[in-house]
């Protein structure tokens, strides 16, 4: 069963940090792009930013620059997204999913998450 597993989520005071992690079981995730994708209740899913197979990063977002950023260390199956000076508006869940590319919108990524719950809050 192809799975992705996030962990790491939770609350954190304005200005903190937070590490998310998103674990593969069931498949190896070198040869895919992992996609961090936002999504609170009743709206769309958002582009966070994306790590591709040869560690290229695509930011969907750009408010996230200089704050957010993705690696991936593919000998222990997993991609991490770094959080930095969080602030209120970056509460959401976030979802992690594989695809082929960093292509988005789109419909490849097709391994999704069940998401880890951010609250940044003081």
């Known amino acids: 069963q192809l799975q992705l597993v996030e962990s790491g989520g939770g609350l954190v005071q304005p200005g903190g940090s937070l590490r998310l992690s998103c674990a593969a079981s069931?498949?190896?995730?070198?040869?895919?792009?992992i996609g961090w994708f936002r999504r609170a209740p009743g709206r769309e899913s958002e582009g966070v930013l994306c790590i591709g197979r040869q560690n290229t990063i695509t930011y969907y977002d750009d408010s996230v620059k200089g704050r957010l950023t993705v690696s991936r260390d593919d000998a222990k199956n997993t991609v991490y997204l770094q959080m930095n000076s969080l602030t209120p508006e970056d509460t959401d869940v976030y979802y992690c999913?594989?695809?082929?590319?960093?292509?988005?919108?789109?419909?490849?990524?097709?391994?999704w998450g069940q998401g880890t719950q951010v609250v940044v809050s003081s």
């Open positions: 999913a594989a695809g082929p590319g960093c292509n988005w919108p789109s419909k490849d990524f097709t391994v």
């Open positions: 069931g498949f190896a995730l070198d040869p895919y792009a």
